[in-house]
C-alpha cells in the first residue's frame, strides 16, 4: 500500500508563494504519475497538475503560476504555487497513479490526507 504525506500549505496572502511537498512511501508507487487536486469548500476535487515521465500537464486556472517537480530520490513530488490567488484555497491533495479518461484525470491509485492552502485577499 502506497502512504502520500503532503506538506506545506499554510496562510499567504494574494500575490504569494507556497511550495507543497508529497512524500511517497510503501510496497509500489510510480513516481512518474504522481499529481496534485485540490477541494475549495462547496467545491468538488478538481485536477491540478501532474507530470508524466517528461510531460507535464497543468488546469488551465493554474497555467503559469504553479509547477510541478519531482525528486525520485527523495521520492517526492513539488507543486510550486506562486502568484496566488483568493480562489487557490482549497485542500490540496496529492495523488498516485494519475492517467487521463478522455477530458479527465482519474486516480488508480492512492491519496494524501490533504493540506490546505488559504490565499487571503
Known amino acids: 500500500q502506497v502512504q502520500l504525506v503532503e506538506s506545506g500549505g499554510g496562510l499567504v496572502q494574494a500575490g504569494g508563494s507556497l511550495r507543497l511537498s508529497c512524500a511517497a512511501s510503501?510496497?509500489?508507487?510510480?513516481?512518474?504519475?504522481m499529481g496534485w487536486f485540490r477541494q475549495a469548500p462547496g467545491k468538488e476535487r478538481e485536477f491540478v497538475a501532474t507530470?508524466?515521465?517528461?510531460?507535464?500537464y497543468y488546469a488551465d486556472s493554474v497555467k503559469g503560476r504553479f509547477t510541478i517537480s519531482r525528486d525520485s530520490v527523495k521520492n517526492t513530488v513539488y507543486l510550486q504555487m506562486n502568484s496566488l490567488k483568493p480562489e487557490d484555497t482549497a485542500v490540496y491533495y496529492c495523488?498516485?497513479?494519475?492517467?487521463?479518461?478522455?477530458?479527465?484525470?482519474?486516480?488508480?491509485?492512492?491519496w494524501g490526507q490533504g493540506t490546505q492552502v488559504t490565499v487571503s485577499s
Open positions: 495523488a498516485d497513479r494519475l492517467q487521463m479518461d478522455g477530458d479527465r484525470w482519474s486516480v488508480l491509485g492512492s
Open positions: 510503501g510496497r509500489t508507487f510510480s513516481i512518474n504519475t
Open positions: 507530470r508524466i515521465g517528461f510531460s507535464a
